[in-house]
């Protein structure tokens, strides 16, 4: 079993930024790949951006050029540096790992808030 925590989320104005963490309670390398999904209320759940165990990465259109997604083996922590943020940024930023089978743990998530 692998534990994942968030942490960094809260209130910024828009043009703000926050960097959200997240702590994996095993090796992030041993994982196939690491992401940030967000859910915004009354929408599904999407993928934010990836970064897989080589280091490669790959950001979702609405966040290319804002959001940029890092990794730090030695602390075993994904970070997701969010920059000009949009009051449409708000949601719940969840952290999730894929082991090999999927996206199959899950942290319990971060909010984000964005004001106008």
């Known amino acids: 079993q692998v534990q994942l925590v968030e942490s960094g989320g809260g209130l910024v104005q828009a043009g703000g930024s926050l960097r959200l963490s997240c702590a994996a309670s095993?090796?992030?390398?041993?994982?196939?790949?690491m992401a940030w999904f967000r859910q915004a209320p009354g929408r599904q759940r999407e993928l934010v951006a990836a970064i897989t165990s080589g280091g490669s990465t790959n950001h979702a259109d609405f966040v290319k050029g804002r959001f940029t997604i890092s990794g730090d083996n030695a602390k075993n922590t994904v970070y997701l540096q969010m920059n000009s943020l949009k009051p449409e940024d708000t949601a719940i930023y969840y952290c999730?790992?894929?082991?090999?089978?999927?996206?199959?743990?899950w942290g319990q998530g971060t909010q984000v808030t964005v004001s106008s």
């Open positions: 095993r090796s992030i390398f041993s994982a196939d790949a």
């Open positions: 999730a790992m894929d082991s090999g089978r999927g996206w199959n743990y």
